[in-house]
């Protein structure tokens, strides 16, 4: 019973890994999403990301306020995790310090990782095949 507890709590901090990746991304994913779609020429979706993500045309806070909600989600994520493993109390915190710290660790560098590969590798070969003028910031070529 024990096992299949720890695997559902596994699964739900998948939901606050994956949302904070996919938050994150919101500077890119909005413009491929409006060109596959059609709902945007392939030059105003780069407009939008050059904007979103590089800060011009008085958008600097849209990067600095995804990044910071992505921490929110993941550390409220953890919160209600922990919470539900019965870790409701500093005490019982402090007897169970490296299985927090090591969760967290885990699912911080996750998180990290999900996003890197999601906006720098996925992204960015859709929004080339999209023909979004992104072939500059692969980072292999």
Known sequence: MEEQGIQHGIKSLWKFI?????????????SVVLVFFGLA???????LSNDLYWGTNGM??????LSAAS?????????LYFRNEGICTLDEAKRQRARIVNT????MTLSVIIYLV??????????????????????WK
Request: hydrophobic share 55%; charged share 10%; aromatic share 14%.
């Open 118 to 139: 999601f906006n720098y590798v996925v992204l960015t070969e859709v929004g080339i095949a999209l023909d979004l003028p992104w072939e500059s910031s692969r980072f």
């Open 18 to 30: 994956g949302g904070s990746a996919l938050l994150a991304s919101m500077c890119c994913f909005p």
């Open 60 to 65: 600097g806070w849209f990067r600095p306020l």
């Open 41 to 47: 020429s392939v030059s105003s979706a780069a407009a």
């Open 104 to 107: 967290s660790l885990v699912v």
């Open 71 to 79: 921490v929110l989600f993941v550390v409220i994520g953890l919160t």
